[in-house]
């Protein structure tokens, strides 16, 4: 299958940061990427919809101008978490959908967001 | 409107013994359907998929699942349980347009006991 990267895994940062999550398709061109956020024993919450070149499409009561994204090419994706607050502590993840043949969407390992 | 729907929030089954996990849908259209397994701290990974054709489906890990279209049901199966197998498990459902997103049931957690 294709793999899609998710960089960092882990970080813990200070309140009032920002702090940037990349998410890569590593094997195949993603036309769509997906960022998630997820609580402890938790389903997936859509945050938003990026695609290639475009800005990212925002899930109702998302902060667009708290998690900033950019889809720059069509195997990178990035989400900024500006202005951390304690609250913002939780699991993102990615995910990518694209390429020929491809209808199923692959993910991203996570990243575990931390703010103190 | 569409929905996916997990009506198991817990499982808990002996290892060896077999194990399906349930998942209804709601979809406008004829659907793609996704199992996914997710280990704690880890991404998602896909267990199996349908889009046409034989509604009965392999995936990895020994894992099975069945299209009812009658039923609106994709419900994962697994003859026998390994305590590997252990993890949350998430039904979606998603159009066969790249650029739309996928519909997550709410997961199931299985616990395997030895």
């Known amino acids: 299958g294709a793999v899609v990267s998710q960089h960092p895994s882990r970080v813990i940062c200070k309140s009032g940061t920002s702090v940037k999550i990349e998410c890569r398709s590593l094997?195949?061109?993603?036309?769509?990427m997906f960022w998630y956020r997820q609580f402890p024993k938790q389903s997936l919450m859509l945050m938003a919809t990026?695609?290639?070149?475009?800005?990212?499409?925002?899930e109702q009561g998302v902060e667009k101008d708290k998690f900033l994204i950019n889809h720059a090419s069509l195997t990178l994706s990035t989400l900024t978490v500006t202005s951390a607050h304690p609250e913002d502590s939780s699991f993102y993840i990615c995910?990518?959908?694209?390429?020929?043949?491809?209808?199923?969407?692959?993910f991203g390992q996570g990243t575990r967001l931390t703010v103190v | 409107a569409q929905s996916v729907t997990q009506p198991d929030i817990h499982i808990t089954v002996s290892e060896g013994a077999s194990l399906e996990l349930r998942c209804n849908y709601s979809?406008?259209?004829?659907?793609?359907l996704f199992w996914y397994v997710q280990s704690p701290g880890q991404g998602l990974q896909l267990l199996l998929k349908?889009?046409?054709?034989?509604?009965l489906v392999q995936g990895i890990k020994g894992f099975e699942a069945e299209f009812k279209r009658s039923q609106s049901s994709f419900n994962l199966r697994k003859p026998s349980v390994h305590w590997s197998d252990a993890a949350e498990y998430f039904c979606a459902v998603g159009p066969p347009n790249t650029g739309n997103q996928f519909y997550f049931g709410t997961g199931t957690s299985l616990t395997v006991i030895p």
């Open positions: 094997d195949f061109q993603a036309t769509t």
């Open positions: 979809y406008g259209a004829t659907p793609y």
């Open positions: 349908y889009f046409s054709g034989d509604t």
């Open positions: 990026s695609n290639e070149g475009s800005k990212a499409t925002y």
């Open positions: 995910s990518a959908r694209g390429g020929q043949g491809r209808f199923e969407a692959f």
